[in-house]
């Protein structure tokens, strides 16, 4: 078979997608992606010959009549591949070996094909005029490739062939797609220079971030210090990764970094250097697309999805599922090498994610690559877990001392009901007090809230936010919070009381003047005083934040006991203004590794941990599922009712041949916004036997009551179990019995 005209997929040739792949492996070198000589060389190697295997004359019939394989008469191409590798021109064969044999992932491991089909697999290597011996020395040198599974990431030989075998995953899947391998960072550092040109200092945070852009940092620092732009000086002209836990504060985030990266002369460039990345990317990038009245961006997502941007803000399950070891995990792990990645506000996890971090951040540090730790407040325990992983080579800052006054705390010793917050607004509304956040733990609490105030004869406007909004009204509900928090006071004729959950906690720039909120845990507390007087120019000469510490509506179900009771050991010994530095002295005292090592929280943290590091690669492994959440999106049965007739008319535009793509894309947008993310124990004992059939995939119609103003309801139905708050998020196997203290949290991440 002449190499030149056989196919490597029926538009082109074998020779065609190699010169493709040496391509993009001299881009990742050109930019220092590759940092030494030897690497290079055995990439090239592995570039040129891994698709040779396709001129096997059974792959080109295949190709040609575009029929489906078959193991009968075929062996995977990769097999006959590792044949054409030449030891003589490698600095490390086995890896080589390793990279060429499982860029691809068929039904059965590549290595058990070699050895049960010896005789087609000698077929092949006759017809490609191979000797008849090769396949014994072969199988030899395979014996080499197999230990490579079975040691860990701190074998060098390991970390070099996960490496050499990520670069060539990032060649090919380039290749494949047509897009660029890699974007150059050639912007950040002049566009915040730009920014900040003349109007202000770089703050102490900001100028130590600057001195340590080459080291690990872990950073605590009060709201209000500027710790987004402090993490992008940090970065500085590099490939960086922003993870956050909220898909609103990615998409905030993202819009932030957008405008920095934009150019006047072309509207469009920031395509080319920022992408966002979580499980509704599509959606936020179709509706940006409808509001400039344009087409969808298909090579825009592409280029997100294979992270090949400078810059990408993403939730930690899109980039860290690598501790997974999965088929392919060493493309993600291959890019982490040449990377920074700043992680905000890491205390906001359930423990199996923190697991899956903490471990992500050992893997990338032992492969080469940054981590900055930025949060308002650290748990003592994550910071020795942080360090217990990466050992001495990070620099560690605290500015605490530096965060302005902006919290005077009043605490009870009791359950948050109406009757409390009722008196709070009467007492303390006024000409500079208008805007009120009560945030409750439970969906449960915050709906009782809300339906009792609006029954009240209070004189204050009254709304609700949390998860359980189908997506059109949710975004509305965030759009309307933002704008309530940036309302001016003289312009309010009366009070403003929005209820909420933990969805407002993390990385929301909202304002309100009072929070009245439940305690959970120290952690999340903080964060939810940070979304009141925000910028320390309010008046806290009065008390501005109400803590309720008594748990209720099976609040206890999902947050650890053991962490909510030294909590509040810790907040009940506070009344009046509390400073940042008072606030982490809480935590280091009333929170420490001692006392949180007997806590659910943290055995379960251990317990991931130990399952992530002992999980072998794919080769031994019993883990075949990246990521299983027990969630399902559906639609319940009113909204359904009153938009059968879009539905229907969005449905036929979806399953007809004559509908362009862009408008087939918009008709399942339209459906995906009637939908709301519940359990799959709810969907099942509220099927209503209705389903949206899509073209790949199915919505059920769930009965229940569904409203604007309060969401989802099944109380006419049955005695509320409130299980719209437990959250069994599992990577892997990993199953875990109970729930998230963060369910609303992950709700909008995953």
């Avoid at 492996?25 to 010959?49: F, P, R, T």
């Avoid at 490698?90 to 039904?107: E, I, M, P, R």
């Avoid at 302005?404 to 010793?413: A, E, G, M, T």
């Avoid at 299983?628 to 969005?650: F, L, Q, T």
Wanted: include cysteine.
């Amino acid at each position: 078979m002449d190499y030149h005209n056989a196919l490597a997929k029926p538009s082109e040739t074998i020779e065609q997608h190699t010169d493709k792949l040496l391509e993009c492996a001299k881009v990742l070198y050109d930019l220092g992606y590759i940092k030494s000589e030897q690497l290079y060389k055995d990439l090239l190697v592995a570039c040129k010959n891994h698709d040779m295997g396709k001129i096997n004359s059974q792959f080109q019939i295949r190709i040609k009549r575009k029929s489906r394989f078959n193991y009968e008469i075929e062996v995977p191409h990769a097999v006959l591949s590792i044949f054409f590798v030449n030891d003589s021109e490698c600095n490390d064969y086995t890896s080589v070996l390793f990279a060429v044999l499982y860029h691809h992932y068929h039904k059965e491991s590549p290595m058990n094909v070699f050895r049960r089909d010896r005789q087609l697999v000698e077929k092949f290597l006759t017809e490609l005029n191979f000797q008849v011996n090769d396949y014994n020395k072969m199988r030899r040198n395979l014996s080499k490739v197999k230990k490579i599974f079975q040691t860990n990431l701190n074998d060098k030989q390991k970390q070099y062939a996960v490496l050499l075998k990520g670069l060539l995953h990032k060649c090919d899947y380039s290749a494949s797609a047509n897009i660029p391998c890699e974007k150059k960072n050639d912007f950040l550092l002049e566009s915040i220079e730009d920014w900040r040109s003349g109007k202000f200092q770089y703050n102490t945070l900001q100028e130590f971030c600057i001195a340590n852009r080459n080291e690990n940092i872990m950073v605590t620092a009060p709201t209000g210090m500027g710790k987004t732009e402090a993490g992008l000086l940090w970065c500085g002209d590099n490939k960086c990764f922003f993870v956050l836990p909220l898909k609103t504060a990615i998409n905030a985030m993202y819009g932030r970094i957008k405008e920095l990266a934009k150019d006047v002369e072309a509207e469009d460039v920031y395509k080319s250097r920022v992408a966002l990345v979580h499980s509704d990317m599509k959606s936020y990038y179709l509706k940006d697309a409808n509001d400039k009245d344009t087409d969808y961006d298909f090579y825009y997502e592409e280029l997100s999805r294979q992270f090949c941007l400078p810059v990408t803000v993403c939730t930690p399950d899109q980039i860290f599922d690598f501790v997974l070891k999965y088929p392919g995990y060493e493309y993600k792990l291959a890019i982490s090498s040449y990377s920074k990645f700043i992680i905000d506000e890491i205390q906001m996890y359930s423990p199996d994610i923190l697991a899956a971090i903490i471990y992500a951040i050992k893997m990338i540090h032992i492969m080469g690559g940054k981590v900055a730790v930025l949060t308002a407040t650290l748990p003592p325990f994550v910071k020795e877990e942080l360090l217990k992983n990466i050992g001495d080579d990070v620099q560690l800052a605290d500015f605490s001392s530096e965060g302005i006054l902006r919290h005077n705390v009043k605490v009870f010793d009791d359950k948050l009901k109406t009757d409390d917050v009722i008196p709070i607004v009467n007492e303390t509304n006024s000409d500079t007090v208008k805007k009120y956040l009560v945030v409750c733990n439970t969906v449960k609490t915050a709906n009782r809230i809300y339906r009792e105030l609006s029954e009240s004869n209070i004189d204050a406007e009254i709304n609700l936010f949390h998860a359980n909004f189908i997506k059109k009204d949710r975004m509305k509900k965030e759009k309307e919070i933002m704008v309530a928090s940036e309302k001016k006071l003289n312009e309010m004729n009366k009070p403003e009381i929005w209820i909420s959950t933990s969805v407002v906690e993390a990385s929301l720039d909202i304002d309100f003047d009072i929070l009245i909120t439940e305690l959970s845990d120290l952690f999340s507390l903080f964060q939810r005083f940070g979304r009141t007087n925000r910028k320390g120019k309010k008046d806290f000469s009065n008390y501005n934040c109400y803590v309720f510490t008594e748990l209720q509506d099976r609040a206890d179900s999902f947050i650890d006991k053991d962490i909510h009771n030294l909590s509040k050991d810790a907040i009940v010994t506070v009344d009046g203004v509390l400073t940042e530095q008072e606030k982490n002295s809480l935590i280091e005292k009333y929170l420490s590794v001692e006392k949180v090592q007997d806590t659910d929280y943290y055995k379960d943290y251990c317990k991931f941990f130990k399952n992530y590091e002992d999980e072998y690669d794919y080769l031994n492994s019993s883990n075949d599922s990246l990521r299983n959440i027990d969630r399902v999106d559906a639609i319940p049965k009113c909204v359904y009712d009153e938009n059968v007739d879009m539905i229907n008319e969005n449905l036929e535009k979806i399953n007809s041949k004559d509908v362009d793509r862009d408008s087939r894309m918009n008709a399942t947008e339209e459906i995906l916004k009637l939908t709301v993310s519940i359990s799959m124990f709810r969907c099942r004992k509220h099927d209503s036997g209705i389903s949206v059939d899509m073209k790949y995939r199915r919505i059920p119609v769930i009965d229940c009551n569904y409203s604007f103003d309060s969401g989802l309801d099944f109380e006419f139905i049955e005695k509320p179990t409130d299980d719209s708050n437990e959250v069994n998020f599992i990577w892997g196997d990993y199953d875990r019995k109970w729930c998230n203290r963060y369910a609303d949290l992950l709700l909008l991440c995953v």
